[in-house]
């Protein structure tokens, strides 16, 4: 039928709805190669946790450039579970025999960097700009990722977490890599970098995890734990791991689905707002990091002084900064690796457990006081 004279014809429109899942779909398909590509750079050079770092600036930018894209909670869960098997690995026999042999002294520095990693929190929130509960868990001297994946479930601005933790271990990586030069006169290398992506590994191993991660996130979700889609694979696979009843398997592939869900999970949450505020952080942000720092290599000294710990030793093992970029400075440096290894481990643990109750203990003592003082944070 003709169009009627004076009239025109207008263009068929597809409802917003339909036009929105479309453009998400785009966006989606040119967010995930980029992530990887950055990822992919980021490793080339040696930066730690580029599969995390990766997805989550690329995140960031996409965010503030409008796009409206999330993702769900029961990935971001999915990927704590991941997390926590990572976290439960690293428990051995060989770590298991260091802890027996040095346990005091272990048990007396991780605790006084426990401490220190407190009174620091404590130091920014009653002198700096940051929310109580973000403030103690972002100082948390434990590792990046599991601080992070924990914090938005004990009520923590997870992204201001993020920016902590990473800017700390830029820092004491930095550093670290100084000292190191500087004691032995060369420069720590890094392990051999692995390319591959893992879909060769054993289907037997892999299934097993795949049921302590799905056990873990399903049992977290249904109890109300919180964390749990974390702390349990990471307590009951530490416990299987090291002794023997089950070897865990993750294979590149599958951690960086969880580092990169952990990560869009981060970066698509900023606001130009929030941004510019955590820009502004930083300098007090720098000065709670060399703070605890300082505080730490006085936990170094002691190992040295009491322990007859070598200084190089000491100092990576005290060292605050991530377990994974520490342990491979070590290995480079000749030190010795399974007490740095096992004195790591061991505060990871301890942080992870105490770190829900330091947190909380951290905001009560700032309430008080501002009852006291009519401030308010």
Not at 46 to 54: F, R
Not at 232 to 249: E, K, R
Not at 314 to 331: F, K, N, Q, R, T
């Amino acid at each position: 039928m003709a169009a009627s004279p004076g009239r025109t014809t207008r263009p068929h429109r597809l409802p917003k709805v339909q036009v929105s899942k479309i453009r998400k779909t785009g966006l989606w398909a040119v967010l995930i190669p980029a992530s990887a590509l950055l990822s992919l750079c980021l490793q080339w050079a040696s930066v730690p946790a580029a599969m995390l770092l990766g997805p989550m600036l690329v995140g960031l930018v996409f965010a503030l450039r409008g796009a409206d894209l999330y993702v769900p909670f029961w990935a971001f869960s999915a990927a704590q579970s991941v997390v926590g098997c990572m976290v439960a690995l690293t428990i051995n026999p060989s770590i298991l025999a260091s802890l027996v042999f040095n346990w005091p002294v272990m048990l007396l520095a991780v605790a006084m960097v426990i401490v220190f990693g407190a009174l620091v929190g404590l130091g920014l929130m009653r002198f700096g700009t940051l929310p109580g509960n973000t403030a103690a868990w972002g100082t948390s001297p434990g590792g990046a990722v599991a601080m992070t994946a924990m914090a938005e479930s004990f009520g923590a601005d997870i992204r201001m977490v993020a920016f902590m933790q990473y800017l700390r271990i830029f820092v004491v990586v930095l550093t670290a890599s100084g000292v190191s030069r500087l004691l032995l006169e060369h420069t720590a290398e890094l392990t051999e970098r692995s390319w591959s992506m893992g879909f060769d590994a054993p289907l037997g191993h892999l299934i097993q995890t795949l049921i302590l991660v799905a056990s873990g996130f399903i049992l977290g979700r249904l109890g109300r734990i919180p964390a749990g889609a974390l702390l349990l694979p990471m307590v009951v696979g530490a416990a299987l791991n090291s002794l023997g009843l089950m070897v865990i398997t993750l294979p590149p592939w599958l951690l960086w689905s969880a580092y990169a869900s952990l990560g869009w999970y981060i970066g698509l949450r900023f606001t130009p707002e929030t941004f510019r505020y955590a820009l502004l952080a930083i300098p007090q942000q720098l000065l709670a990091i060399l703070g605890l720092m300082a505080l730490c290599g006085g936990t170094a000294w002691m190992l040295t002084a009491w322990a007859g710990v070598d200084p190089l030793s000491a100092y990576l093992a005290a060292s605050p900064g991530g377990l994974d970029s520490v342990v491979i400075i070590a290995m480079g440096s000749g030190c010795d690796v399974p007490f740095v290894l096992s004195l790591q481990t061991l505060r990871l643990f301890a942080v992870l457990l105490t770190g829900p109750m330091v947190a909380r203990l951290l905001c009560r003592i700032s309430w008080f006081k501002d009852q006291g003082t009519g401030l308010h944070i």
